[in-house]
């Protein structure tokens, strides 16, 4: 079965600082991974994704993910965050025939000024 | 902007009772989706739905939950007699492709409460 697992509950960073949200995940064949962003209150907006070629990806909002395949991780990093980049962010893991998607717990990112 | 609205934003009801959440596209979709998050825990896959036919569904899509898309457009998730921990937040996703590769994009959601 398909597991997502973001170890932080919770990370603070200083604005203008860089950011780095871990994710893991457990699949059997090649995953498809995502990154999704949710302000309170609202739905999830897609930040980027990753099917194959290069493991580097770039999203939106200054986003980039990588994928290690040997560390079954896809971590999140911005280099500089913003004050409105605090929000809840959530990994998730897709690809078998459904195509259901498996959703870590989310890791709640706080901005401090 | 997402390309499904949702109706209604929120909604209240009583245990019991049956509630018809409605995720409505904007452009001609195939694949649709439903998950829902209960306050303060994991996005949870549902069900999904193409073709006017269910082609996957998790252990939480019990004999209580029903989907449809009655009218070609509008894609409904029905609970047929809420109970309090139906209460979450629910999205309706579609799928963008027809291929693998597909990437899901979510409606706005519905927050349901049952009292």
């Known amino acids: 079965a398909q597991s997502v697992t973001q170890p932080d509950i919770h990370i603070t960073v200083s604005e203008g600082a860089s950011l780095e949200l871990r994710c893991n995940y457990s699949?059997?064949?090649?995953?498809?991974l995502f990154w999704y962003v949710q302000s309170p209150g609202q739905g999830l907006q897609l930040l980027l994704k990753?099917?194959?070629?290069?493991?580097l990806v770039q999203g939106i909002k200054g986003f980039e993910a990588e994928f290690k395949r040997s560390q079954s991780s896809f971590n999140l990093r911005k280099p500089s965050v913003h004050w409105s980049d605090a929000a809840e962010y959530f990994c998730?893991?897709?690809?078998?025939?459904?195509?259901?998607?498996?959703f870590g717990g989310g890791t709640r990112l706080m901005v401090k000024p | 902007e997402p390309e499904v609205t949702q109706t209604p934003s929120h909604q209240v009801t009583q245990m019991g009772q049956e509630v018809i959440l409605r995720c409505v596209p904007i452009?001609?979709?195939?694949?649709f989706y439903w998950y829902r998050q209960i306050l303060g825990q994991k996005v949870e896959f549902l069900v999904s739905?193409?073709?006017?036919?269910?082609?996957?569904k998790s252990e939480i899509f019990d004999d209580q939950f029903s989907v449809e898309r009655p009218d070609g457009s509008n894609f409904t998730l029905k609970i047929r007699s809420t109970k309090l921990e139906d209460s979450a937040m629910y999205f309706c996703?579609?799928?963008?492709?027809?291929?693998?590769?597909?990437?899901?994009?979510f409606g706005p959601g519905t927050r349901l409460l049952v009292l």
């Open positions: 998730a893991v897709g690809g078998n025939a459904g195509n259901m998607l498996t």
């Open positions: 699949y059997g064949a090649t995953p498809y």
């Open positions: 990753y099917f194959s070629g290069d493991t």
């Open positions: 452009s001609n979709h195939l694949y």
């Open positions: 739905f193409y073709n006017n036919e269910i082609s996957e």
């Open positions: 996703a579609y799928r963008s492709a027809s291929g693998r590769q597909e990437t899901q994009y």
